[in-house]
């Protein structure tokens, strides 16, 4: 095997988990979750050559997977049918109060792109400076952005919780 794809390969195995964070984060479907990390993959392949180390490998495949989750999320809505999908229509496998993972997922999905994406990287423990590298704001925007991000999701995950806890 060439050296280039062994490189890429390892690398993308060490951060295939901040790949498929992002994926959960904007599709709900396994499937679709599953394509997308296939784009992600085609994406990051087709621009590995032209990495020139400026910033931390992991931070280039974060912005590489973002922009081309939020491309997709674009043109999904672009081409979206006239009659959209509630939530009601969903169905889960198990009940969401049996575990906080999903029930933070749900909330998350309910977040703006731009809010969802600097959660993730906070909760990957990005610093501030870092997400606003990555997401090309200022750090003080990337602050006050957070700051409400965590009061709003305090407030949906409690409210959630406390819904799903009832009898």
Same mark, same amino acid.
């Given at each position: 095997?060439?050296?280039?794809?062994?490189?890429?390969?390892?690398?993308?195995?060490?951060?295939?988990?901040?790949?498929?964070?992002?994926?959960?984060?904007?599709?709900?479907?396994?499937?679709?979750?599953?394509?997308?990390?296939?784009?992600?993959?085609?994406?990051?392949?087709?621009?590995?050559?032209?990495?020139?180390?400026?910033?931390?490998?992991?931070?280039?495949?974060?912005?590489?997977? =973002? #922009?081309?989750?939020? /491309?997709? $999320?674009?043109?999904?809505?672009?081409? @979206?049918? +006239? *009659?959209?999908?509630?939530?009601?229509?969903?169905?889960?496998?198990?009940?969401?109060?049996?575990?906080?993972?999903?029930?933070?997922?749900?909330?998350?999905?309910?977040?703006?792109?731009?809010?969802?994406?600097?959660?993730?990287?906070?909760?990957?423990?990005?610093?501030?400076?870092?997400?606003?590298?990555? =997401? #090309?704001?200022?750090? /003080?925007? $990337?602050?006050?952005?957070?700051?409400? @991000?965590? +009061? *709003?999701?305090?407030?949906?995950?409690?409210?959630?919780?406390?819904?799903?806890?009832?009898?």
């Amino acid at each position: 095997m060439e050296p280039q794809k062994r490189d890429f390969i390892r690398i993308v195995e060490l951060n295939q988990g901040v790949i498929r964070s992002l994926c959960k984060a904007y599709y709900v479907s396994p499937e679709d979750q599953k394509d997308v990390f296939q784009d992600i993959i085609f994406q990051l392949w087709k621009s590995f050559e032209t990495f020139r180390g400026e910033s931390k490998i992991s931070t280039w495949i974060y912005r590489v997977s =973002l #922009n081309t989750i939020l /491309a997709k $999320v674009r043109n999904e809505r672009r081409k @979206v049918a +006239t *009659e959209s999908i509630s939530r009601s229509d969903l169905t889960f496998s198990k009940a969401v109060a049996d575990d906080d993972t999903e029930l933070l997922n749900m909330v998350l999905l309910s977040l703006k792109d731009l809010d969802k994406a600097i959660v993730i990287l906070y909760l990957e423990e990005y610093k501030n400076k870092e997400i606003s590298q990555i =997401l #090309n704001l200022t750090p /003080a925007n $990337v602050s006050t952005r957070l700051s409400r @991000v965590k +009061t *709003e999701l305090k407030a949906k995950f409690k409210t959630q919780h406390y819904e799903f806890k009832q009898p």
